[in-house]
């Protein structure tokens, strides 16, 4: 029987050495293949050597080795040492290999969740503002990702405000998405405009971005940048070296009857909005990007709806963005541009707004840099012929700094002067308002 067991010894040695081959494939498909044949071979080794208990016989306490090419010398001692294994050992080994080959498994679907919070203070110098002064519970943001398969995912953001008496649940992105390589990958559902660059950059978790608050321009439920588009969204990269060229190009519902929602329940006018962004993420300087965008719609304003038209109306709009962006971090800058252009169908008359923002941030080397402070300025103006919006043009400058009590919260300071120009219709500005704002957010 000492022949039989010199075969077992020599399958022994070619499986170790086998396994200690494939240890470096990157191929993970290849290395769970593997275990499972080793599995298989150690099955049927146990098997061979409970017969030769059976008939009395046992295998020999130490085999020759067969006559092929030696392997290093760590696979020699492992392929005696299993020889010599119990079939206990081996079994345990066989439990060992099968539960290596489950984890590396990848299951589907396979869902994570994320999410972001923050509590805030605010006190201003107006005692009769829309808002109170006092502390706040912020948004309760969650990020819900799932892979479906290899290349299908599902992502979903939801978000919980606090009203006066009540809790608002808004979902405020939810996708599917198919990614067919880098440079195509393409999105079904609700998601982020791809019109300026805090908009897609930043999401509603307030931990995400340096400031407390959004700009002007790209504030949740403003009027000014139509935040969410309800359709589809191609995007990916564009071969272009170290240059780094990306895009986005997306179709939709366009504005809703209230035109700072989107059409979730179908486009109100039945003229689908369009929206096209390029952008360049150079490989040097690392930190840099810079982009442009391009979006067009059809607003229909009705007399019970938020533009500032008192008949219903419909309008072409025409939104360009350009942008620049540093987020080294030291320092970090964001300057944006936006022009939004409104057309009325029936008279043709036309009417530009603007609105832009400057910040800068300079990451400081001391207390491990955790400290940053940052200053930021916005413009926000709307001449007498706008038809569609309805607020006044602001002039805004914050103040502020962060501190990183950890990776995953920080704590904020800003003090915000916001002067209102001239209204719409010759009405007078209202008082420079300014406040403090305090806030800790945070992410798990």
Known sequence: MRRP??????LLFVAGFARGQSTGAPDQAEQIKALLARVAELEKQVAEIKALQVTGMTPPAKTMSPPVAQPAEEHVVEAQATANASPQSKEQEAQTAQETARQMERHYPSLQIRGFGDVDFAATDQKVTTS???FYLGELDLHLASALSRKISYFAEITIDPFPNQYLIEVERSFIRYDY?????ISFGRYHTPISYWNTAFHHGAWLQTTITRPLMVQDGGVFTPIHLVGLLAE???PS???GLNYNVGIGNGRGSFIERPGDAGDINNNRAWVAKIFARPAKPYGLELGGSVYRDKITCTASGDCSSPLSADYREWITDAYIVWTKGAPELLAEFENVNH???QSGRTANSDAFYVQFAYRLPWFEKTVKPYYRF????MPLSEQVFTYQPQVESIVGVRYDISSFAAFKVEYHNLASQAAQGGHPAQPALNGVFVQTAFTF
């Open 5 to 10: 067991l010199t075969i077992i010894s020599l």
């Open 236 to 238: 990916g990269s564009i």
């Open 132 to 134: 109170n002064s006092g």
């Open 241 to 243: 070296g170290g240059l």
């Open 378 to 381: 916005e413009y926000t103006h």
């Open 181 to 185: 390589n880098d440079h195509f990958k």
């Open 343 to 345: 057309q009325a169908v």
